[in-house]
C-alpha cells in the first residue's frame, strides 16, 4: 500500500486536465482510490505549511473513489468529474462535516445536508477531499481572518494568498486539489486566484444556487470554481450552474456548455479597456503584466477599445454599506441559542446573547456589524443604506452601456500582487480599498474570470479580470483562455 500511495503522490505533483485524469481512469492506468491516496499524503506534506484545509472528508471520498473505480473495471461510462479530487470552501454545507464559515461562534456544527453545489459536485462523480480555510464569515480579503489561523501563500509563505477563499485558491496552487469551490461576494474568488495563480470564476448572480451556502451578503454572495487552467473551470461551472427551486434568487436560464465555448477563438471579439482601472495606486508591475495581457488579447484577432467607468470610484463605499447592511441582517441569527457557540459565562437570556456573539465572533465581523447595523438604523437608512443601492444601480446601468459597445471588459483584478501577512491588518481601511477592481463586478451581477497574465520580479502571480455581460459566461471563458495560450 505504502508503493501505491508513493506513487500516486508522485503523480499528483504533475497536475492534470479533468479530461486527462478521466481518461486515465477510465482506461484503468490510474485508479480513482489511488489519485485520492496520492492527495491526502500531499495535503499532509503541504497543509502543515500553508493551512488551507480545515478538516478532511476521507470516508466520504474513499467511498465515491471505489464507486468510480467499480464503473471504470466494468467498462460503464463515468460521469463527467469520475475522481477528480475537489476541495470545498468552509462556508458550503457538506454532510457530515464540519461547517464552521471559519469561525468560533460555529465550531463543531454538522450539517445535515450537502449544498446544491456539493451535491452537483458529488453527482457528478468527484471525489471530495475536504474543507477548506476562508476568512470568518467570507468576511475579508487576505484570508488572515480565520478563527483557525491564516493561509499562507504556496508562492510565499510569507505573504497572504488573498480572502476571503485563500484556502481555495492556495489548494490549487498547491495542487493539494485539482480543482475547488469557493464564494465571491465582493471579490473573494478573483482576488486569491489572483494572488495564487490559478483561475476564479464569478459567475452571474443566480446562475449558482446559493442553497447551503453560509450568507454573509444575500444579494451579493455566489458559488464559483477555482481551478488550473480556463478550460476545467468552464468545466466545473457548467456541473454547478443551474435553476435550483431551493434558492428563489436562481436563474431559470439554460446553462450553457462552457466548456466547448471556451474552446472557440477570441477573434473578432471587442474588448474595453477602462481607464478608471489604470489609475493612481495601480502596481507598476501589475499594470505592466496586464498590459501584456491585452497586447496578447490583440495578437488574438480582438479589437481592443477605450471605455469609460466614471462611477467606478464610488464602488467601495457602496459595497461597505450594502454588503455591511446584508451581513448585519444575515448574522442575527447566531446568538448562541439555537446551535453554535454559547458563552459558559452567562446566567441570565441577554448576557448569553451579548457573550455568546462577543465571544463568537472575530474583530472583523464584529466591526462590520457594527457598520451595517448603523447603515440600517433609524435616522440613517435613507442616508446610507437607500443611497448605496441607488449607487448601486448607476453603476450597473454604466456597465450594460459599456457591454452595448464590447463583448468583454478587461482590467486588473488587484491593484497589488500578494502583500506580506500582517502588512494591513492595522489598516481596514487600506484593506478595503483593495477590492476596488473587484467590488464593481459584485454591485452590477454580471460575470467575471481571473486568468494569470504574468508575474512579478519576485516571482508573484498577477492576474487579469476578464468582465461579461450577465449570462455571459462563455464569452469571458473565451477571452480568458486566449490570455492563457499566450503563455504570459
Not at 499562507?152 to 484556502?167: A, F, K, M, W
Not at 444575500?218 to 478550460?231: C, E, W
Not at 474588448?271 to 488579447?297: H, N, Q, T, W
Amino acid at each position: 500500500m505504502a508503493s501505491e500511495t508513493n506513487s500516486a503522490e508522485t503523480f499528483v505533483e504533475k497536475p492534470k486536465s479533468f479530461a486527462s485524469l478521466r481518461e486515465e481512469i477510465a482506461a484503468g492506468r490510474t485508479k480513482a482510490a489511488d489519485l485520492a491516496a496520492g492527495y491526502y499524503a500531499r495535503i499532509e506534506k503541504k497543509n502543515p505549511q500553508l493551512n488551507a484545509y480545515l478538516s478532511l472528508t476521507k470516508e466520504r471520498a474513499i467511498e465515491q473513489a471505489g464507486r468510480v473505480d467499480a464503473l471504470a473495471a466494468k467498462g460503464d461510462p463515468l460521469p463527467p468529474l469520475a475522481g477528480i479530487p475537489i476541495g470545498i470552501k468552509d462556508v458550503l454545507m457538506m454532510k457530515g462535516a464540519p461547517a464552521t464559515a471559519a469561525s468560533k461562534i460555529l465550531k463543531g456544527y454538522l450539517p445535515p445536508y450537502d449544498a446544491t453545489a456539493v451535491q452537483k459536485l458529488d453527482a457528478a462523480g468527484a471525489v471530495l477531499l475536504g474543507k477548506l480555510n476562508c476568512d470568518e464569515f467570507a468576511m475579508g480579503g487576505s484570508n488572515e481572518n480565520s478563527a483557525y489561523g491564516p493561509v499562507h501563500n504556496p508562492y510565499d509563505t510569507e505573504r497572504v494568498p488573498g480572502g476571503s477563499s485563500g484556502g481555495s485558491a492556495a489548494a490549487v496552487a498547491s495542487n493539494m486539489a485539482v480543482a475547488t469551490l469557493g464564494s465571491d461576494t465582493g471579490g473573494s474568488i478573483r482576488q486569491p486566484a489572483s494572488f495564487c495563480g490559478v483561475v476564479g470564476v464569478l459567475p452571474t448572480y443566480g446562475r449558482v444556487s446559493r442553497y447551503g451556502l453560509i450568507a454573509f451578503a444575500s444579494s451579493l454572495d455566489r458559488v464559483g470554481p477555482f481551478a488550473s487552467n480556463v478550460r476545467d473551470a468552464a468545466t466545473l461551472l457548467g456541473i454547478i450552474a443551474g435553476h435550483d427551486e431551493k434558492d428563489a434568487t436562481s436563474s431559470t436560464a439554460p446553462v450553457q456548455n462552457y466548456a466547448a465555448e471556451s474552446d472557440k477563438p477570441a477573434e473578432g471579439l471587442r474588448i474595453g479597456v477602462p481607464a478608471e482601472y489604470f489609475a493612481e495606486g495601480l502596481d507598476s508591475e501589475v499594470r505592466a503584466a496586464v498590459e501584456k495581457g491585452i497586447a496578447a488579447l490583440k495578437a488574438a484577432g480582438c479589437t481592443v477599445k477605450p471605455v469609460s467607468l466614471p462611477h467606478t470610484k464610488y464602488a467601495v463605499p457602496t459595497y461597505y454599506l450594502i454588503a455591511t447592511a446584508e451581513a448585519s441582517a444575515n448574522l442575527a441569527r447566531f446568538d448562541g441559542v439555537r446551535y453554535g457557540y454559547r458563552s459558559p459565562s452567562s446566567q441570565q437570556l441577554q448576557d448569553m446573547y451579548c457573550h455568546s456573539r462577543d465571544e463568537g465572533f472575530g474583530a472583523e465581523v464584529k466591526r462590520r456589524i457594527l457598520l451595517g447595523t448603523y447603515a440600517l438604523s433609524a435616522g440613517y437608512y435613507d442616508a446610507y443604506y437607500l443611497k448605496a443601492q441607488q449607487v448601486r444601480r448607476l453603476l450597473a446601468e454604466e456597465f450594460l452601456r459599456a457591454f452595448a459597445e464590447v463583448d468583454a471588459i478587461v482590467t486588473p483584478t488587484s491593484p497589488v500582487p500578494a502583500f506580506k501577512i500582517g502588512e494591513k491588518s492595522d489598516d481596514p481601511v487600506a484593506m478595503y480599498l483593495a477590492d476596488i477592481y473587484t467590488v464593481t463586478a459584485s454591485l452590477a451581477g454580471i460575470c467575471g474570470v481571473n486568468v494569470p497574465c504574468g508575474k512579478t520580479q519576485a516571482g508573484l502571480p498577477v492576474g487579469m479580470q476578464v468582465l461579461a455581460r450577465h449570462l455571459n459566461e462563455s464569452t469571458a471563458f473565451r477571452v480568458a483562455r486566449a490570455v492563457e495560450a499566450a503563455g504570459l
